[in-house]
């Protein structure tokens, strides 16, 4: 006799990962899902980036010192962390497993190092979608055009994104951003199919 974990139809619930170049779109996109669907619950990262105007302690990141994140990563409280752009970003293993235990889907906007880490803990669970900006001359526009990074940083996040883009061929789902509510129907389609 085999006995199955499930009970019932509804899936397990999932880790629904976003990863993109900086300015491809994934928040946006994030921003649609989360108000569309309640069973779905963003993971807010904790950051040592700088905070710009436009953001929020506890809403769009946590942000904190080097040093803070050290002792958190020491602590073994990260289910994953990366550096990304000369900063540290890290996903709460506390958060994740709370969702998790409530039946919430959690939402990840993240980078591909941070998507491949979470894939191999939680392996089946990860449901990996990559979002590509319309063209990299579009994605320079766009970074250049929300003034919150120094020329440096935005040359820097261009130089990274050649190699995200190349990452992206590991995901299960890939989404062209060259039109929002084209890019946000194709995200919702493959929401309903692998998490309803």
């Known amino acids: 006799m085999s006995l199955s974990r499930r009970t019932s139809k509804t899936p397990l619930p999932r880790l629904i990962i976003l990863s993109a170049p900086s300015g491809a779109g994934k928040t946006t996109l994030c921003e649609r899902l989360l108000k569309e669907f309640p069973t779905v619950q963003l993971s807010i990262s904790t950051t040592t980036r700088?905070?710009?105007?436009?953001?929020?302690?506890?809403?769009?990141?946590?942000f904190v010192t080097p040093d803070e994140f050290k002792a958190q990563q020491t602590a073994g409280n990260f289910a994953e962390w990366a550096e990304v752009h000369r900063n540290f970003y890290g996903s709460s293993r506390e958060q994740i497993e709370k969702a998790l235990t409530n039946g919430k889907h959690v939402l990840f906007d993240i980078d591909v190092q941070g998507a491949k880490s979470l894939q191999k803990a939680y392996g089946d669970r990860v449901l990996l979608i990559f979002i590509h900006?319309?063209?990299?001359?579009?994605?320079?526009?766009?970074?250049?055009d929300r003034k919150g990074d120094?020329?440096?940083?935005i040359e820097t996040r261009l130089r990274n994104a050649y190699n995200e883009v190349e990452w992206s061929r590991i995901f299960d789902y890939q989404i062209l951003n060259d039109q929002l509510d084209r890019a946000y129907k194709e995200l919702q389609s493959i929401f309903r199919k692998e998490c309803q």
């Open 133 to 144: 900006p319309p063209s990299m001359k579009e994605l320079e526009k766009r970074l250049v």
């Open 150 to 153: 120094s020329p440096q940083a």
């Open 50 to 62: 700088p905070q710009r105007p436009n953001e929020t302690q506890g809403v769009h990141y946590f």
